[in-house]
């Protein structure tokens, strides 16, 4: 995948765990699962990070 893409991608998912958070501070009965939610969209934006540079690292100049 290419820079941009994955990019793109880690905007989403810290876009989607903002709203988690948000969320979160507006329906306290759920809050505990919206931060949880929120905490596994960041892990997925890191891996997606850790992923691209791991490839990229492994490429032949």
């Known amino acids: 995948m290419s820079g941009p893409?994955?990019?793109?991608?880690?905007?989403?998912?810290?876009?989607?765990?903002?709203?988690?958070?948000?969320?979160?501070?507006?329906?306290?009965i759920q809050r505990d699962s919206l931060l949880a939610q929120a905490a596994e969209w960041e892990e997925r934006a890191i891996a997606e990070i850790e992923r691209y540079f791991s490839c990229s690292a492994a490429r032949p100049a």
Not at 5 to 20: K, Q
């Open 5 to 28: 893409a994955v990019m793109e991608n880690v905007r989403r998912y810290r876009a989607i765990a903002s709203l988690c958070r948000q969320s979160a501070a507006f329906r306290p």
